[in-house]
């Protein structure tokens, strides 16, 4: 059955990075000549909290609704906007959004790889903390395949988090995760609680997380737009809490299913700070800020709501052999038109990791990737049925 324009909410429309309207989308827009510019922090039930281009430690944060035109475009944490009419920030005041900035990037995902309803994510992050957790819960693989993947298609920079690892079973945790994606040239931080010499006592501050992951993290972040995505429980909001000075709320992991509360329920951009408590390598000073690349000047990380699943059905199955950065190169032998998804029909990538050339961890990564793409390619037949059902 097809689907009525009428069945589609904002975060149904499809929205292509890069792509400029036909008008022109800048400051000297025509329009509105006198609109100040900002960005979306949080969104809320049709209400835009915007922190104010330049408006350094003041924080002038304003609250916008946005202008009829726009009703059909999903705005989103990281969209830097234009704003008219009450920009004061005061109390009771609501702005109108009259504008999106062109976006860097757009960060999507779907809802399953059979659904091809986008949601929109995050808005011109360049960075993207992959978070696991090494238990409670369990780390996955697939996932982490699924969001280097939404990062490569989106042209974001993926780091890996790694959290919790003070619970792993086996002291030499999470080796064996890292070792399975030794042969991509992935940024990985390993992060723990913080356990006071002679153990755990009472007063310790239960979300204290080690100082030199957090001060590792910092240098990374400093200076980017970096969007946080996991599962519920993986420790996303404790971090940013760490990295922050926020206090958003945590929650713990169900001990009968093993699965966090989905305790962050929507996605806010919080400003990286750097504390003096935190002793970062190049020691705590107020440059990064100036060098920062984003848009307004400031470092920022977007904490988003524990995700169940990362759908992938916006992605070209193309796109998903390029972010296996370990196999790619071994597709140049195949048959034109391999789908790579079985050795039969002359799928190069058999032999190349069975030569070796995918480090020891090949086949479970050939594995993965295969696994990825069936589940893709069973997204586009179901599609192809219902554009064929829908036909006259
Ligand atoms: N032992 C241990 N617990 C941690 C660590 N990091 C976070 N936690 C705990 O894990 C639980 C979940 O943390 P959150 O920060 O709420 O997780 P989240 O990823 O934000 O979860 P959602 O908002 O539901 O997506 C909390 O009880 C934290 O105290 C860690 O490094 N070690
Ligand atoms: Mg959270
Ligand atoms: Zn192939």
Redesign the pocket.
Known sequence: MSRRWSDFDESDVKVRPNKRGSRPRTKESPDHPDAELGRVITVDRGRYRVHMHGSGDGERLVTAVRAKALRRSPIVPGDVVALVGDTSGGEGTLARLVRIEERSTLLRRSADDTDDAERVVVANADQLLV?VAAADPAPRTGFIDRALVAAFHAGIEPILLI??T??AEDPADPAGLLAHYAELSLTTVV???RVADGGPGPGDD??A?DEQAVARLHALLDGHVTAMI?H???????MVNALTGADRA????NDVTGR?????SSAVALRLRTPEAVSSPQGADDASAEDADSADGVSWIIDT??VRSFGLAHVDPDDVLAAFGDLVQGSVDCEPGCAHESPQGGCALDAWVAAGRAGEHGPARLASLRGLLSSLSGSAEEQEEKRLGSSP
Do not use: I
């Open positions: 978070v959290t919790k003070d619970l992060s723990r609680r239960a979300d997380l996991g519920s429980g993986v420790g996303k909001s404790t945590t929650g713990d992991v966090g509360r989905h305790t962050s709501p524990g």
